[in-house]
């Protein structure tokens, strides 16, 4: 509580700073005189925008309001966060949230450029001004269709699944794909009969007969339940990639981000 003097006082002090009279002392009472009442029409505007923002600020606070930008490389965003994805909306449907299916090269630029909040690949180049954090690994398998010869073993060696016709992944330049990479690094080599831009393609190939393939094990749930692939169990053989997490440096997550990571961690 302020006391009367202490109101004239600062009123006073206020008239002297503006150069104007605020208000009229009458015999009885006070008026506000003309400049006074175009301040107290700008004071109750900039009471109403003060309100206005601490309310939306506790709404912040308890999600009730506000944004999440996701972008996502292909397997990431097709097989990983739908899921979480939509469990999240359920829970905070005034949040607007949105995914981009995009590269991990254009994750990273779209991050730089402040159009995404977070953003999840299978590989991070290191650039500048982001940082990374390996949260999961994205386990590849072998795939044929249910009767293939191999699918049938118990176990097969790398090398007998390397003399299989290959279907890969299509890189868009004279780069082998990453699954020929990782085998060529460990000495083996494949045949590939088959070149597609997506994983839901080179598992229809694979159906088809056309080859064997070794895809992320996120990708083929359905797949293998419904008997139209099957997991070649390869002796030896274990390939894997880790998944990243990907924020700009030094920036402080929103509350919003760190509500989808629980969702994402469940």
């Known amino acids: 509580m302020i006391s009367q003097p202490a109101v004239s006082k600062q009123l006073a002090q206020l008239e002297r700073n503006l150069g104007v009279k605020l208000l009229d002392r009458l015999p009885r009472g006070i008026r506000l005189t003309e400049a006074g009442e175009v301040l107290a029409g700008y004071a109750e505007r900039l009471f109403a925008v003060e309100a206005e923002a601490e309310s939306a600020l506790l709404e912040l606070r308890g999600l009730r309001r506000g944004r999440l930008r996701l972008g996502a490389s292909t397997t990431l965003g097709v097989y990983l966060l739908p899921e979480p994805f939509v469990r999240f909306r359920e829970a905070h449907p005034e949040i607007h949230l949105t995914l981009e299916v995009i590269g991990s090269p254009a994750v990273e630029r779209r991050l ?43 176990r097969v060696t790398p090398e007998q699944l390397c003399q299989q016709p290959f279907v890969v992944r299509e890189t868009g330049s004279e780069t082998k794909s990453f699954v020929e990479q990782t085998l060529a690094a460990r000495g083996m080599s494949v045949r590939p009969v088959m070149s597609l831009g997506t994983t ?67």
Do not use: C, N, W
Request: charged share 25%.
């Open 200 to 266: 839901e393609a080179i598992k229809r190939a694979v159906a088809a007969g056309i080859g064997v393939a070794i895809v992320s094990r996120m990708a083929i749930g359905l797949e293998l339940e419904a008997r139209r692939l099957a997991v070649i169990r390869v002796a030896g053989l274990s390939i894997s990639r880790p998944i990243y997490r990907v924020q700009r440096a030094r920036s402080q997550p929103s509350l919003a981000t760190a509500r989808f990571l629980e969702f994402l961690g469940d």
């Open 112 to 154: 730089i450029d402040g159009d995404l909040d977070l953003g999840f690949v299978e590989s991070f180049s290191g650039s500048a001004g982001l940082e990374a954090t390996a949260f999961g690994a994205d386990q590849l398998v072998a795939i044929a269709p249910p009767g293939h010869p191999l699918a049938r073993k118990r």
